[in-house]
């Protein structure tokens, strides 16, 4: 079955360690975005990618950085500069313009 | 993406009592896109809606699009405890990077 597959489900990070969150699909999808969402919280944008190789910077993008190198990959490192990154991490996928997104189960990161 | 604002944040509702979630926006939306997310789960893409006036079902849920395109409204009817969960309305707009309201959490209490 065609889906994307976050890894790894919980990860704990100490003070200033980067860490990668790793996201795949197998939809053949275009588009990746990577999301934050904090308790009682929506879900804000942090990096979204439409094409291999490129990428933009979302609502949250300090702190974070991202690549799309593959069309199936879109990792999203959390860098020490990041504030407050102990939240859940959500990736996603669609056709642009085509209908909703789909949504990896996410990554709950803390940071220890 | 445009701003989506969503309400109620929360509501509490007995089994078998109905549910009403609301999304507004000051500007004409190009779409409304609705999401189900379970406790400690993720989004579900649910249905989009396109054309102003819409109107969907999908069983015991009945989705619209307010004719002016700026707001749009989940009713759930005679919730059941599998009803429970976060639903999020979206809008993707002209350059598909969708924007999320910040979700209504239903509780329901058997």
């Known amino acids: 079955d065609g889906g994307i597959t976050q890894s790894p489900k919980y990860l704990f990070r100490k003070e200033g360690q980067n860490v990668t969150l790793s996201c795949e699909q197998n939809l053949n999808h275009d588009a990746m975005y990577w999301y934050r969402q904090d308790p009682g919280q929506g879900l804000r944008l942090i990096y979204y990618?439409?094409?291999?190789?490129?990428?933009q910077k979302g609502d949250i993008a300090e702190g974070y950085s991202v690549s799309r190198e593959k069309k199936e990959s879109f990792p999203l490192t959390v860098t020490s500069a990041q504030k407050n990154p102990t939240a859940f991490y959500l990736c996603?996928?669609?056709?642009?313009?085509?209908?909703?997104?789909?949504f990896g189960s996410g990554t709950r990161l803390t940071v220890v | 993406g445009q701003q989506v604002m969503q309400i109620p944040q929360y509501q509490h509702v007995q089994e078998g009592e109905d549910f009403t979630t609301y999304c507004n926006s000051s500007t004409t939306l190009s779409n409304i896109q609705w999401y189900k997310q379970r406790p400690g789960g993720h989004p579900v893409f649910l249905i989009q809606?396109?054309?102003?006036?819409e109107v969907k079902k999908q069983k015991r849920l009945t989705f619209q699009f307010g004719e002016a395109k700026k707001n749009s409204s989940l009713h759930i009817t005679a919730t059941q405890t599998t009803d429970v969960g976060t639903y999020f309305c979206a809008e993707s707009g002209g350059s598909y990077i969708p924007t999320f309201g910040r979700g209504t959490s239903l509780i329901v209490h058997p």
């Open positions: 996603a996928s669609s056709v642009p313009g085509k209908g909703g997104y789909t």
């Open positions: 809606l396109v054309k102003s006036g």
């Open positions: 990618s439409q094409i291999v190789n490129d990428f």
